[in-house]
């Protein structure tokens, strides 16, 4: 296998490629003899399970599973392996759930539904998460980073709450290294794909113009480019974010706990003095559903404003009118002529 790597740099050829010329050779060489063709079905199987050990399968494993919605572990392909050492993620990861409710609720996208609608729409942000998904899933995500092993990440798929007959979903995965949280988006049910009609399958490769945002005050982090994932051909749409500034930016002064190493014992222990612990709590931001019914609490004051004093405006002018009727009626009173008395016609005589 190590051979087929090798041509492969070499010759910049698929490893497919340098294997089938491997076989013709060996078969051009060899294919007078009984023990030749055995080489022949050697290298072929050599080659096979080389190539199928170079892919690599997509091991997955829920966490949390329940009404179209499922939270997992999956195997990360954006580790580079034939790094020196490979730059593994850093988990197991101890984050709350406030802490991750703060993450994920920074998170917006942008995109469009359809082919032409994004070309003469512009795209607005939207929550990737609604405020419901942050309140219920805030737990399974943080339980799923503390099982996730440092070759792992933590994959989610969603359903649409209002048309749970639509293939469009919520997915894509989740990670940390090196400090930053990185979001890749496959997928969300607020655009549909486009339907390419005739019973066909929509095109995986449609990814609706999608674009990830944060919310501010957090901002995307610029990661260096040795500590950039590998990412793949599907992982188009993607973010990262420093963890420990989105916390703080939101109010937050902490970011994942690290495993401590246990500290030696002392060789002479007293006994601890009674110390009362005070913690106080973190705030936790508003939600985005918090948001909304604050802006339209504030739409429906300005609105019941603008109502008052048009109805204060409109009586005044029905007051102004019926005073115009009464003076108008008033004034034809006064200057209203006596009737014309017409003098009696005299009678002629023939």
């Not at 003899?33 to 170079?54: D, E, P, Q």
Request: charged share 25%.
């Amino acid at each position: 296998m190590n051979i087929v790597r090798l041509s492969a740099r070499l010759f910049d050829d698929a490893p497919a490629a340098v294997s089938h010329r491997l076989l013709c050779w060996a078969g051009g060489r060899c294919s007078d003899s009984f023990k030749n063709s055995t080489v022949i079905v050697c290298l072929a199987w050599y080659c096979f399970v080389g190539l199928s050990g170079c892919v690599g399968p997509l091991n997955q494993r829920a966490v949390y599973e329940a009404k179209g919605t499922q939270i997992g572990v999956e195997s990360d392909h954006t580790i580079d392996e034939h790094a020196i050492p490979p730059t593994l993620n850093s988990h197991p990861a101890q984050i709350t759930a406030d802490h991750m409710r703060t993450l994920l609720g920074s998170l917006e996208v942008s995109g469009w539904s359809g082919i032409i609608v994004g070309i003469f729409e512009t795209p607005h942000p939207k929550p990737v998460f609604t405020g419901t998904e942050l309140m219920n899933l805030a737990e399974p995500f943080s339980k799923a980073f503390r099982e996730a092993g440092p070759r792992e990440r933590v994959f989610f798929s969603l359903q649409n709450p209002n048309a749970g007959y639509e293939t469009d979903r919520t997915a894509g995965s989740l990670f940390i290294r090196d400090g930053y949280l990185h979001v890749i988006l496959h997928d969300h049910y607020g655009f549909q794909k486009a339907d390419p009609g005739g019973g066909e399958q929509r095109d995986p490769r449609d990814m609706k113009g999608m674009k990830l945002w944060a919310m501010r005050p957090a901002q995307p982090a610029s990661v260096p480019e040795d500590k950039e994932p590998r990412w793949s051909p599907f992982d188009k749409v993607h973010l990262s974010l420093n963890v420990r500034d989105v916390l703080t930016a939101f109010g937050g002064n902490r970011g994942p706990a690290k495993p401590q190493p246990a500290a030696a014992e002392p060789a002479t222990v007293k006994p601890p003095l009674p110390v009362k612990e005070v913690t106080a709590p973190i705030p936790s931001p508003p939600t985005d559903l918090q948001q909304q019914v604050q802006d339209l609490d504030e739409a429906n004051r300005r609105l019941r404003m603008q109502v008052e004093q048009q109805t204060t405006e409109l009586d005044k002018l029905k007051e102004d009118l019926k005073r115009l009727r009464d003076d108008v009626k008033s004034a034809g009173k006064s200057s209203k002529p006596p009737p014309d008395k017409k003098p009696p016609r005299k009678q002629t005589t023939e």
